[in-house]
C-alpha cells in the first residue's frame, strides 16, 4: 500500500447519517502516570460508556480492566505495546497489520 500513512495507529468509520449527536458520543481520555487508566475507565462507565476503546500496553490493559470489573460495559483493545508481555503473549491478537481486501 503505497502512500499509507503509518503515525494512524487506529481509526473509526462512523456513518453520520446513523449515529446522532457525534461529538456527543466520542471523547479521547488519556491515562497519567498517577492514573494509568483505572479511573479513566471507571470514569467512562460512570458517563454511560457502552464500549471503550483501549489503545495500549499491558500496564495499561490491566489498569482499564481493572475500572471495567464487574460492569456490563465492552472492551475493545487497540494494541500499542511492545508485544512482549502476559496481555500480549494471551491473547490471539495478530502481530502485523494485514492488508484488508480491496486496499
Known sequence: MTGVN????????VDPVRVEDLPKRRRIIEATPEDTGTGQACGAVVE????VFLCGGDGTVRSVIAGLVETDV??????AGTRDG????NTDLPDGAARPAGC
Not at 48 to 51: D, N, R, S
Not at 74 to 79: D, F, G, S
Not at 86 to 89: G, R
Open 6 to 13: 503509518r503515525q494512524l495507529r487506529s481509526a473509526v468509520v
Open 48 to 51: 454511560g460508556a457502552a464500549v
Open 74 to 79: 465492552a472492551l475493545a483493545v487497540l494494541p
Open 86 to 89: 502476559p496481555a500480549a503473549q
